[in-house]
């Protein structure tokens, strides 16, 4: 893994990963005291708000995701979540460790407090229902829809892609990787499995071949005599520009491979 990604795109999806974290529990801390204003106004407490906060929003999405998502969105949709906003919560409620006695007044509670967050919610809230529509939209265009599915594997089954060295050469760099980190060689074998037809030309193949003298020769005559440097350092195997030579060091560093002949 550690040379699949560059270390700049890792450094970025780290962050990215902190900024969603970050929004989530704003999210959650927010959206509870919302809710909890309006069951101490009805003199309710509930042990796991965050469960149920949890519970309701999946229900939303399974019961009116298309609708509930096109409102959040593009504010349309209005009356459609109006009509149907209390029969999702109720059926949430009913779902849920809410002792009976309290169920209707929790049920209430909630109707008001998800309205309050959907129309007047805090920048945070709004920022985390919108991101969730659109993973929602992105799902159903992708994987819920049959027609939409089927098109798009029939037309991958007639398509017929040259495959570049860019595409090859990081894919051979990955031989050592486990399966899941394998990102190159998974997206040839993903696209095979499709039905593409994957082809590579004379050109590309005396490209290939002229690229694996270069990088042999490269090896030869600088990194050869520099072996156990390299070995005893990870960080210095980052400034090694040729990735085949790099993903040599990360494997012989793990024992997976001898010499570089092997490779």
């Given at each position: 893994?550690a ?5 700049e ?6 962050e ?5 974290e ?7 801390a927010?959206?509870q ?25 999946n229900?939303?999405?399974?019961k ?8 959040v969105?593009?504010?349309?949709s209005?009356s ?32 008001l407090?998800i ?7 805090s920048k ?13 939209m ?5 994987q819920w ?13 007639q398509?017929?892609?040259?495959v ?5 050469i990081?894919?051979l760099?990955?031989y ?5 980190n ?7 074998i993903?696209?095979n ?5 994957l ?15 270069m ?10 005599q520099q072996?156990?440097f390299y070995?005893?350092?990870?960080h210095?195997?980052?400034?090694i ?13 793990k ?6 002949e092997?490779?």
């Open positions: 893994m040379y699949c990604l560059p270390y795109t890792r450094c970025e999806i780290g990215r990963n902190l900024k969603d970050l929004l989530y529990n704003d999210f959650y927010q959206t005291d919302t809710i909890k204003k309006y069951f101490k106004d009805i003199d309710v407490k509930v042990k796991d708000i965050e469960s149920l906060i949890t519970k309701v929003f229900k939303i999405f399974s009116q995701g298309l609708e509930f998502s096109n409102f969105l593009h504010g349309d209005h459609v979540i109006e009509q149907n906003l209390n029969d999702v919560i109720s059926s949430a409620v009913d779902e849920s460790s809410v002792i009976l006695g309290n169920k209707e007044k929790v049920k209430t509670a909630l109707h407090a309205r309050d967050i959907v129309y007047n919610g945070e809230q709004n920022r985390f229902l919108k991101s969730l529509s659109n993973t929602y992105m799902m159903f265009l992708l829809e049959p027609k939409l599915s089927t098109y798009f594997q029939t037309l991958a089954s398509l017929k892609v040259f570049d060295n860019s595409i090859i990081p894919a760099s990955e050592f990787l486990p399966d899941g394998r990102r190159h060689w998974n997206l040839l993903g696209a499995k499709a039905g593409i037809s082809f590579i030309n004379e050109t590309l193949l005396d490209e290939l071949v002229s690229h694996f003298k990088v042999s020769n490269k090896y030869y005559s600088m990194f050869q072996e156990k070995l005893s350092d990870e210095e195997l980052l400034f520009d040729e990735i085949l030579i790099r993903s040599y060091f990360y494997a012989k560093r024992g997976e491979i001898k010499d570089f092997s490779l």
